[in-house]
């Protein structure tokens, strides 16, 4: 049995030329994608249940950490507390993942100092915004 792990799955663009972000959360019980869909000022949460490999628009993901079982309803009500920006023109699904891990980060979920997180984040920095 894998512990419990969070990665940043990565899709081709849904909506011009940004690729889509969501949040992977795999345990033993369940595979939770955690995103927003739409376009400003039209973004809605959604949380489904899947493998993010299995949609034909993945591209990869990126590996953030393992988690502690105990982490997992943590990472939930972050992710529930998280709130959609409609008002910034700006933001968009790579945001709003973000936004989760720096949540999670301030509920010591993550590390700040845990190589993987920090390989995960430099990462993800080197890739926000659009495709050029």
């Known amino acids: 049995m894998k512990p419990p792990f969070l990665t940043v799955a990565i899709y081709q663009p849904r909506y011009g030329n940004f690729q889509h ?6 345990s033993n019980t369940e595979d939770l994608i955690f995103e927003v869909d739409g376009e400003h000022p039209y973004f809605e949460k959604f949380a489904t249940r899947g493998i993010p490999s299995d949609n034909l628009t993945f591209i990869e993901s990126v590996f953030v950490c393992q988690i502690g079982s105990p982490d997992i ?11 959609v920006d409609n ?5 968009d699904c790579q ?6 891990l720096e949540g999670c980060e301030e509920e010591a979920v993550l590390d ?9 984040m430099e990462i993800l920095r080197s890739r926000r915004g ?3």
């Open 21 to 26: 972000w969501a949040l992977h959360l795999h």
């Open 73 to 83: 309803p943590t990472v939930k009500a972050v992710v529930d507390a998280t709130l």
């Open 87 to 91: 008002d910034t023109l700006e933001w």
């Open 95 to 100: 945001d709003y993942v973000l936004d989760i």
């Open 112 to 120: 700040e100092e845990d190589a993987d997180y920090v390989e995960a």
């Open 130 to 132: 659009p495709i050029l």
